[in-house]
């Protein structure tokens, strides 16, 4: 199922069942998955290893060199997962140093324009709006959306099960579980409806929210005295909560409140 048009490399290992339309470019050190389909004007190039029935619509460009410019011209790598969404100008760079690569797990989504730069590390079923932008090194965890035309400063995380609104300047981690926005961004509240579209019970529910109370609304305090007090208390005895306090410890650029 290869167009006349493509151009592949010899280099490429193509896998069972892979599509490719016309006017696609996939070069050397490519490996592509079985069932993966590129539509059609797709580029995929450098060392770029992607899993099984990922699909990329025209002008996805996967896999182009590092724009960091401490990037010095190695070989560098990206890592995808399977079943992954690519739609119309995307962009996925791959890692600045041989051993990090970017990484991209499974069952994601990028919507037109979305970009993830260079030594990224994303989970699986996260939805990359249009124009949402990942800059270098920012993490974001399993289930998270990113809304349209949001930017995510550098070494940014982004935590599981959590949203950010439209038009967001992200320049600090955002919490799990929490729904953020603004500009710059802030923590407004629980992402309660998603979290019940994925099976939450209402004791977790009740258990975040306590949390969220504790730790965001509370101004009287600063966040480390709003962790002790909430680690000495109830909620902190919920998985959740206890992935938050976590979270929010790990955190190097401080958490957007």
Do not use: W
Not at 128 to 146: C, Q
Request: glycine share 12%.
């Amino acid at each position: 199922m290869i167009h006349p048009t493509a151009i592949i490399s010899e280099g490429a290992k193509l896998g069972e069942g892979v599509e490719v339309g016309p006017f696609c470019v996939v070069g050397d050190h490519v490996e592509l998955g079985d069932g993966c389909r590129l539509h059609s004007h797709v580029v995929i190039e450098g060392h770029a290893r992607i899993g099984r029935e990922n699909v990329f619509f025209p002008f996805a460009a996967v896999g182009g060199k590092s724009q960091d410019l401490k990037y010095a011209g190695e070989p560098t790598h990206l890592e995808v997962g399977d079943r992954n969404v690519f739609r119309e100008n995307s962009t996925i760079h791959r890692g600045t140093h041989e051993h990090t690569p970017t990484r991209i797990g499974n069952d994601n989504l990028f919507l037109c324009y979305s970009h993830v730069a260079h030594d990224c590390q994303l989970g699986d079923h996260i939805i990359l709006s249009n124009n949402g932008t990942l800059a270098g090194h920012v993490v974001v965890e399993d289930h998270a959306i990113v809304s349209g035309l949001s930017a995510i400063h550098q070494f940014c995380r982004i935590g599981c099960h959590s949203i950010i609104g439209g038009c967001a300047r992200v320049t600090q981690d955002v919490p799990p579980y929490m729904i953020a926005e603004g500009h710059p961004a802030g923590t407004r509240g629980i992402n309660q409806i998603g979290l019940q579209r994925r099976g939450f019970s209402e004791d977790d529910l009740k258990a975040i929210k306590a949390a969220y109370k504790r730790l965001f609304l509370k101004k009287d305090r600063n966040l480390g005295e709003a962790l002790s007090s909430l680690k000495a208390d109830t909620p902190a005895n919920n998985a959740h909560v206890k992935h938050l306090i976590a979270f929010i410890e790990g955190s190097q650029r401080g958490v957007a409140r």
